[in-house]
């Protein structure tokens, strides 16, 4: 059993979502997130965290290699996988797809149980967004003793980002300052006398210096 392939990508397919890593004369093929095949260049080092499946008789028997570029991933793709019915590695690496460039707000909303976060950011259907929580709440990679951003409002954090949004930024730019202006409010107590509106103002400002 592999831990992980560390090599140099010597071919890269996206079309099938694979690339080849050489190690040491020998070429791995290894399955993995389109996202990550598009940030690869050749000739690049890379370190893949892997995850065997084995495959049916039709395939030859030979386990197929899924590889991830950190630990977390590779978890929550297993995590995926293994408690979910009806979803195999294909579509496991679909949803880790759909999360990857915001797991920590994935985490926040598996940790609060809030279905609402998984639709509206990260674009799963509503059954599949309850099926998801039922079924990796529990789980120890998502232990609120190890994220505290789990502290955060979340009702407050989507409002709060989806404001900004409709004033012309981009989600991707807000998420961070949202998350750290509502944990800092709420570290010095301030979080309870102030409205939506006092927040967004608060936003802005740290929007402005982020620019200037």
């Known amino acids: 059993m592999y831990n992980y392939i560390e090599g140099e990508v010597v071919e890269i397919n996206i079309k099938d979502g694979m690339c080849v890593v050489d190690v040491n004369g020998v070429g791995y093929e290894i399955l993995t997130l389109e996202s990550t095949l598009q ?3 050749i000739p690049q080092k890379v370190k893949f ?3 065997e499946v084995s495959s049916g008789l039709y395939s030859g028997g030979f386990p197929t290699l899924y590889g991830f570029c950190s630990k977390e991933e590779k978890d929550i793709f ?3 996988k293994n408690n979910l019915s009806n979803v195999g590695p294909k579509k496991a690496l679909e949803y880790l797809e759909k999360v990857k460039k915001n797991i920590n707000e994935f985490k926040i909303a598996i940790i609060t149980k809030n279905a ?3 639709t509206s950011i990260f674009g799963f259907k509503s059954s599949s967004a309850e099926k998801i929580i039922a079924a990796l709440s529990n789980l120890e990679i998502f232990a609120k003793k190890d994220f505290y951003k789990s ?4 009702n407050l954090y989507t409002d709060l980002v989806s404001a900004l949004v409709n004033l012309g930024y981009k989600e991707t730019q807000v998420k961070n300052i949202v998350e750290k202006i509502l944990f800092e409010q709420k570290e010095f107590n301030k979080i309870k006398n102030l409205d939506l509106t006092q927040l967004i103002q608060i936003a ?3 929007l402005s210096s982020v620019k200037e």
């Not at 502290?151 to 979340?154: G, T, Y």
């Open 116 to 118: 609402k976060m998984l």
């Open 151 to 154: 502290e955060i409002d979340i």
């Open 49 to 51: 965290y892997i995850v």
């Open 78 to 80: 297993l995590a995926f």
């Open 204 to 206: 802005l400002k740290e």
């Open 39 to 41: 940030e690869i260049k």
